[in-house]
């Protein structure tokens, strides 16, 4: 009997004693993790345009968090960058208008910047030049997040080439730049809307102002616009350029442009573009007097001339002050198959005594093309 008490005894105070560990492990609360550190970010926009991400100026975000960023700048205006003067935000790249920010270490407000696009830009008189359709193009290799300064960089390869499309073009899969430059042609003055869309980062300038900024590194494709006036007096012709990189994105560049006051819708810039013509240059090159002939008042001047690629009448001037003024001396334009002329210089005309006269030979306008003689005097009458 003693032995069973003991052995009760036992089993009973095991049980107490699993009982008492059951009730201490039931009695231990689960581990709860802190809340998340959250910040506010606030999103305004400078003058010139608006915020389009987030939904509301001001946002609660987790610190370390990416959140989007989206500013659209206004007609005649385009994107500057983001600036934030708290310190407290990660811009992933401050001059993108699309981009995302992490905040770090407490409240931030970031600000977009817009600048606004040039006015009253003039156009170019390209009507002494030769030209034809499509555009010139540079081909750079290289890695940048931002545009970088093209015109300090040697190009891989250049040429001509149809149109402003990237995918045309010969080019690696990815970290290249290309810029493309032309003449753009508009049939009437008016407001033009002007749209560059990129991925990654990609300008357009007129006559070499900045119109559309849309650049820094862009994940997918991002649009950008600008309004500008372009007048067409004294011509209807001005000078564009595109300039374009890709970091990593799949290569995508489209340029287009909309007139609504004269029916032109968003349409891909292509047949309004022209650039120098790559045929023969025409060439005039005046081969008498050759140069350092001693003429007198009555000599007759044998002029002659070359006229390769003729492409117009041409007409025959003479200078006695270095170039400072000139004067016709051929009674009219002599057809471009024409090439020699004779001249008597007049016996009474003292104001052409001179020890620095030549011959000028011009193309009849529009063109602008001329040769010139070497220098040659003209003295008084023979005795």
């Not at 891989?156 to 032309?182: E, K, Y």
């Not at 104001?351 to 000028?360: G, M």
């Amino acid at each position: 009997m003693k032995n069973t008490a003991i052995a009760m005894s036992c089993a009973m105070a095991l049980c107490f004693s699993c009982l008492a560990v059951f009730i201490a492990c039931s009695d231990k609360s689960p581990v709860t993790p802190p809340p998340p550190t959250t910040y506010q970010l606030t999103v305004i926009a400078s003058a010139g345009g608006t915020i389009t991400a987030p939904a509301s100026p001001t946002v609660t975000v987790n610190k370390d968090a990416a959140t989007t960023i989206r500013a659209q700048a206004n007609a005649g205006y385009f994107f500057s960058e983001w600036t934030d003067t708290s310190g407290n935000a990660s811009i992933a790249y401050k001059n993108s208008a699309y981009t995302t920010v992490k905040l770090v270490s407490g409240n931030a407000v970031l600000q977009a910047g817009f600048i606004p696009v040039v006015s009253g830009l003039t156009p170019i008189d390209i009507s002494a030049f030769e030209k034809e359709a499509g555009a010139n193009f540079s081909y750079f290799k290289g890695t940048w997040t931002a545009l970088p300064d093209f015109h300090a960089l040697t190009p891989d390869t250049s040429g001509p080439c149809d149109s402003l499309d990237v995918m045309a073009l010969p080019h690696q899969s990815h970290n290249f730049g290309v810029v493309f430059t032309a003449y753009l042609s508009i049939p009437m003055a008016y407001d033009y809307t002007f749209y560059l869309r990129s991925s990654d980062g990609s300008q357009l300038l007129l006559n070499d102002s900045v119109i559309i900024n849309n650049d820094s590194i862009h994940s997918s494709p991002v649009e950008d616009s600008a309004t500008v006036y372009l007048s067409d007096y004294p011509a209807p012709t001005y000078q564009i350029e595109v300039r374009y990189f890709d970091a990593g994105s799949s290569p995508s560049l489209g340029v287009g442009y909309a007139c609504s006051d004269i029916g032109i819708d968003k349409q891909t810039i292509i047949g309004a573009l022209s650039r120098p013509s790559t045929a023969p240059v025409p060439k005039i090159s005046v081969t008498s007097p050759a140069g350092g002939e001693a003429y007198h008042l009555g000599d007759t001047i044998h002029v002659r001339w070359t006229y390769r690629n003729a492409r117009g009448q041409v007409f025959a001037s003479l200078s006695v002050d270095s170039g400072k003024t000139i004067s016709l001396i051929s009674p009219r334009a002599f057809p471009a198959d024409t090439n020699w002329y004779n001249w008597q210089i007049p016996l009474g005309a003292d104001t052409l005594i001179t020890q620095s006269a030549f011959i000028e030979v011009d193309e009849y306008p529009p063109y602008n093309l001329f040769g010139k003689s070497n220098p040659f005097s003209i003295a008084a009458r023979r005795k």
